[in-house]
């Protein structure tokens, strides 16, 4: 699977963020809220002089979306502890944030993350 698809799964499978929809990228215009949408910032790759390693080091950023500030502490906890269990991504918790979306009039909180993640 690819770093997209394990970030995926990850979020799918917590039991704290069951039933919310996990989009790559950008939401759809349908999703109703809370939504969570991950998005790679940046990333290297490690290499030697045999080449490409396998190893990279992508960093994500990762918002939730809801209609209430409440509800986006409450889901920004669980997506940083799923995310920080994940074996396969070996999160590291970069930064993190909060703001308004004056023009969906949603709260929005971001958190970014440094993953180890053999490619």
Avoid at 10 to 27: S, Y
Avoid at 89 to 97: F, P
Wanted: overall charge neutral.
């Amino acid at each position: 699977m690819t770093v997209e698809e394990t970030l995926s799964a990850c979020l799918l499978a917590a039991t704290d963020l069951a039933g919310i929809k996990v989009r790559a990228e950008l939401a759809q215009p349908a999703d109703s809220t809370p939504y969570i949408v991950h998005t790679q910032v940046s990333g290297t790759r490690i290499n030697s002089l045999l080449g490409d390693s396998g190893l990279a080091n992508p960093h994500f950023q990762i918002d939730v979306y809801a209609d209430t500030k409440a509800k986006t502490t409450a889901l920004k906890k669980a997506i940083r502890v799923a995310v920080l269990a994940s074996q396969p991504l070996g999160a590291v918790l970069v930064s993190e944030g909060s703001g308004y979306e004056s023009l969906t009039k949603l709260y929005r909180y971001r958190q970014d993350f440094s993953f180890w993640f053999q490619d």
